[in-house]
């Protein structure tokens, strides 16, 4: 695969350093000289160039990338790069970083992003999954305000618990992807048992959350 990220600083090129690990091809871009820090990711493509252009993201061969993630630390530039690699080259995925809360309502399908990362909101997120048994956390946003990947810790007197996962009647519009279960990552099958401690993670639409915190949190 192939992934184009605009924006070469920490954030950048950490995202650079995992996919490369994990096999994929990676261009990193940067209007910044001093962004430029080839060494730190010598396995990587770079390009000094400014991403909101486009002759910059046509140097680039933005329409032979699969995903787009637009990582700088300036909001308006995340959105350009995300509304360019939709609109005008295509991109099928288009990653967003979101720097400032207030900026967050704008980071949508209408710019060009299918997924929305605010740093702020995963890091409040993870610190009341950390302190959280028994309530659902939303982890992420999926083109904003239409799916979202959130998370619930069985306590032991949740209903669902002993109970097999394709006996639940889950809400519509919510699908368990993913048991953690002692270090372990499940994928839940129709015979596998709830039990106290599962981590379990849903994509659900905001819609069906509270029905889905009720089922598993009833008492």
Known sequence: ??????GAGAVGRSIAAE???????????DVDPKAIKIDSVPRAEWLLADACEIASLDEAGLNNCHVVVASS????????????AKTE???????ARINHPNNEWLFNESWGVDVAVSTPRLLSALVEE???????????????GQANLVELT????????????GSVPWPADSALVAILR?????????????????ELLFVATQEVEQELAHLLSQH
């Open 130 to 144: 950390a302190v959280s048994v028994g309530d659902l956390v939303r982890l992420l946003t999926f083109r904003q």
């Open 19 to 29: 996919l490369l690990e994990n096999g994929h091809e990676v261009l990193l871009i």
């Open 89 to 95: 080259y295509g991109v099928p995925r288009v990653v």
């Open 154 to 165: 069985l306590a032991e007197d949740a209903p669902v618990v002993g109970q097999r996962a």
């Open 1 to 6: 695969m192939r992934v184009a990220i605009a």
């Open 73 to 84: 630390g300036d909001d308006k530039v995340n959105l350009v790069v995300s509304l360019l």
């Open 182 to 198: 002692e270090g372990r990552v499940l994928v839940p099958s129709d015979d596998d048992p709830l039990e106290a401690g599962d």
